[in-house]
């Protein structure tokens, strides 16, 4: 008999219209003309499917007004590229899976929601890819993340009255463009987001349809390194001498001090958009220390601004803006590592292949439009600090991990409900996560670095990486096997319950600061202390015996305590004519045989591999017996 299998996509309800994105250059959900045949994702049950194109480069869709969905799906056919959702003049996105649980599914590279969402019947995450939300997360029902990762973010931050300058040269100036180059683009999508941003500058030339006061820029055609350096803070005409054109015109430089004559007061941007090169590609010797020389006297100037600065576009006729692109990345690399608040924002890689004029230099509407959307998520990371609070995840929704599946914090300010882990849940550093629960499965992880306040249930086998120290501000309950890595800490200051086994290192560190109740064991190795600062009520079994031999005040025993006083020496027996050794041993450590032929320090070798030990056992080591002369111990690890 021949069987066939089908697969079913979810249907869609009547008065619903799954959409498929078709615009490789970005652009509005609402527009029709975005979506093949002018369909755009829209109902209760309806699929928005932004994963039929190779986009190659970060792509920005903007709401403009409220949409609801049933489930969208982000990818890209060739390579993993990423996506991002913004609010645009409006709007967030409602889901109704219309039956079946609302869905989001990443297929490859990352999707940033970074819009409000509601909506019933819960949410999944599904896809290996990595879904970031930065939006507040209000639906209603339970979350599953079944695949890849889901990202929690702090939501930008920008100031009141933000004020950006956009600086270069012609490209920068709007050459050749219908609507102020990237400016006018880039003041539509920045509004909603920053809304009482302004543009800033000297000149107010090429202003497209950009409102009156957002017409500020400093950009000029023809100039280059050199002149935009001399200007900020000084005069210099030559490029308004070679060609006298008032787009080239510096008005009597000082662009950032004002002064100088020119009757202006300094100006202070929080963000300058520099876009400089193109003019510098026919002299590039020397082009990287003039390069640098401009980004310093920038930030000296106004140290305060985030500098944000362009790989330049591409030149059809030129191909030594690829090298004059590695310099950049190189300079603000290095820059960047010594402390200098400047970063590298890509318009060259996935430029669209017709976003260039005829002329091969300057950018169409398209290349503009482009240029502006990447302008804008660079603003938006450089106001999205690491750490900050993020709206976490609904607190009446139940978030479950599955297995391979992680729900990664960031180092982000977060609140959930409560979380079953099969998989990882990732603090990364220094988060702070307040949750109804955590239920760490058998199998799951802990990562990371923070503090998390609620009911933590730990039944696995490990709980955060080496180097990583976390705080738990609510109670504790182990009952799986939690070995503390080198070079962390566990700090409990909330009532610990352990009924598996916690094993606290040298390397690492274990403070108890609330009550403790040992139903199984506690064993402190190599040194290590135990350190409770509250009562330690031991029922269960208590082993130091490499550990810190000191007990904490409140300690009451009503189980079994060893210490070091429980070390044996080794009993040295002849048997069958060979000489033996033996060990009454210990669960939880391993025993090894070591030789030295004289006894001094650094003679000692291991001999043989360890043994485990195993409570109640004694253990026989027998040396090799090609040579059998010298001096033996069993030395205890850990």
Not at 255 to 284: A, C, I
Not at 616 to 626: E, W
């Amino acid at each position: 008999m021949a069987l066939a299998t089908v697969f079913l996509a979810p249907l869609t309800p009547l008065g619903a219209a799954d959409g498929v994105w078709s615009n490789g250059g970005g652009g509005s959900w609402a527009a029709a003309q975005n979506w093949t045949d002018g369909v755009p994702a829209s109902g209760a049950g309806a699929t928005a499917n932004f994963e039929q194109l190779d986009i190659g480069r970060p792509m920005l869709v903007t709401l403009d007004g409220p949409q609801l969905v049933g489930r969208i799906v982000f990818g890209d056919t060739v390579a993993g590229d990423d996506w991002f959702v913004r609010k645009g003049s409006s709007g967030g996105i409602t889901f109704d899976g219309a039956g079946t649980a609302p869905e989001v599914r990443v297929s490859a590279g990352s999707a940033t929601l970074g819009v409000d969402l509601t909506g019933s019947g819960g949410l999944r995450k599904t896809g290996p890819g990595v879904l970031v939300l930065s939006g507040d997360n209000q639906w209603s029902g339970p979350t599953w993340i079944e695949a890849g990762t889901l990202r929690l973010a702090s939501p930008p931050s920008f100031p009141s009255s933000m004020k950006v300058m956009p600086l270069g040269d012609s490209i920068t100036y709007g050459g050749n463009g219908s609507d102020a180059g990237y400016r006018s683009p880039l003041y539509q999508k920045l509004s909603p987001l920053a809304p009482g941003f302004q543009y800033v500058g000297t000149s107010i030339l090429s202003p497209g349809s950009l409102p009156s006061g957002q017409r500020g820029h400093d950009g000029r055609p023809s100039y280059n390194i050199r002149d935009i350096h001399n200007n900020l803070d000084g005069f210099d005409n030559t490029r308004y001498l070679d060609i006298p054109t008032a787009s080239r015109d510096p008005l009597g430089g000082h662009w950032l001090t004002g002064g100088g004559g020119t009757g202006r007061l300094p100006m202070f941007p929080d963000v300058v958009l520099l876009k400089v090169g193109t003019n510098d590609l026919g002299q590039l010797e020397g082009a990287d220390e003039r390069f640098r020389g401009l980004l310093e006297k920038i930030l000296t100037l106004r140290p305060q601004a985030r500098l944000l600065v362009a790989k330049i576009t591409p030149v059809t006729y030129n191909d030594t803006e690829l090298e004059f692109n590695s310099m950049v990345t190189a300079v603000t690399g290095d820059m960047r590592a010594e402390g200098w608040n400047v970063r590298a924002v890509d318009l060259h890689t996935g430029f669209p292949a017709n976003g260039l004029l005829a002329d091969g230099l300057h950018p169409n509407p398209a290349g503009y439009e482009w240029m502006a959307s990447q302008w804008s998520e660079a603003i938006v990371s450089a106001y999205s600090a690491e750490g900050g609070p993020s709206a976490g995840l609904p607190v009446g929704s139940t978030v479950t991990v599955a297995a391979g599946a992680t729900l990664d914090l960031a180092g982000t300010q977060s609140a959930t409900g409560n979380i079953v882990a099969y998989g990882t849940v990732d603090l990364g550093e220094n988060a702070v996560l307040s949750t109804a629960g955590l239920v760490l499965v058998n199998g799951s992880a802990l990562k990371g670095s923070g503090t998390i306040y609620g009911t933590v249930i730990h039944n696995g086998m490990g709980l955060c990486g080496a180097g990583q120290n976390i705080t738990f501000n609510g109670s504790f309950v182990n009952n799986g096997n939690l070995i503390v890595p080198p070079g962390s800490s566990l700090t409990f200051n909330g009532p610990v319950t352990n009924n598996g086994v916690l094993t606290g290192r040298a390397a690492g560190g274990v403070v108890f600061n609330g009550t403790v109740t040992n139903n199984g064991t506690v064993r402190m190795t190599g040194g290590a202390a135990l350190e409770a600062f509250g009562t330690f009520t031991n029922a269960g079994f208590v082993d130091l015996l490499t550990g810190g031999q000191a007990l904490p005040e409140g300690f009451v025993n009503l189980g079994t305590m060893i210490d070091a006083s429980a070390l044996p020496l080794p009993r040295a027996v002849l048997a069958d004519g060979r000489f033996e050794l033996w060990i009454d041993s210990h669960s939880g450590h391993f025993y090894q045989l070591q030789r030295s032929p004289d006894l001094l320090p650094g003679s000692w070798v291991n001999e043989g591999d360890p043994l485990p030990g195993n409570t109640g056992t004694a253990l026989r080591f027998r040396p090799s017996m090609a040579n059998p002369r010298g001096f033996f111990r069993v030395g205890i690890d850990p």
